[in-house]
Nanobody, 124 residues
Framework: VQLQASGGGSVQPGGSVKLSCVGS????????IGWFRQVSGKEREAVAS????????YYADSVKGRSTIFRDNAKNAVYLQMNSLTPDDTAVYYC??????????????????WGQGTLVTVSS
């Protein structure tokens, strides 16, 4: 099982970023996928998750209304589009494969595999 996160970089405040998470080594369409982020010295926090067929999506309050998570199972990919970025969005972003998705979508223990992370830096 592998998850490859990409799309990070340096962005100015107010800008946008589209992160990609590509999975391999498993049947991608069977699993929910989540995006988390982590700042050095802090716990990894949930950003957004999507169910197997885009049917259910979850967002953290901090990104709700300015972010969209969606998946393309034909490409084994999940994307996170984030707009109106602020310096508070600066973090390493990770994607994880969920064991199941529901009210536990924020629970780190619900994600059994992680990608390597991609750094998003929001700065002027």
């Amino acid at each position: 099982v592998q998850l490859q996160a990409s799309g990070g970089g340096s962005v100015q405040p107010g800008g946008s970023v589209k992160l990609s998470c590509v999975g391999s080594g498993f049947d991608f369409s069977w699993y929910g996928i989540g995006w988390f982020r982590q700042v050095s010295g802090k716990e990894r926090e949930a950003v957004a998750s999507v169910s197997t067929s885009n049917g259910v999506k979850y967002y953290a309050d901090s990104v709700k209304g300015r972010s969209t998570i969606f998946r393309d199972n034909a490409k084994n990919a999940v994307y996170l589009q984030m707009n109106s970025l602020t310096p508070d969005d600066t973090a390493v972003y990770y994607c994880g494969r969920a064991f199941s998705l529901g009210n536990n979508w924020r629970d780190l223990n619900n994600y059994h595999y992680w990608g390597q992370g991609t750094l998003v830096t929001v700065s002027s």
